[in-house]
């Protein structure tokens, strides 16, 4: 520390500016995380909610079989 402010202020900047950065990347990171649980969750329920549409299309097809 004391050799980076021996050189000046823009190194003690530059250092700040690092530190920063990687601390919003965390955050940035944390967010992303939370936003693919979300996206796994609603991709899960539309799963779900496929599954009963096919389903119902097959009832249906057994139904027009014994129609005919």
């Given amino acids: 520390m004391k050799m980076a402010l021996s050189q000046g ?3 003690v900047l530059s250092i700040f500016l690092i530190f920063y950065i990687l601390k919003m990347q965390e955050k940035r990171d944390c967010r992303q995380e939370e936003r693919e649980k979300k996206y796994q969750s609603i991709i899960e329920t539309l799963n779900m909610k496929l599954d009963v ?3 119902i299309k097959s009832n249906i097809k057994d139904i027009k079989e014994k129609l005919i």
Avoid: A
């Fill in 9 to 11: 202020i823009w190194t």
């Fill in 53 to 55: 549409v096919y389903e």
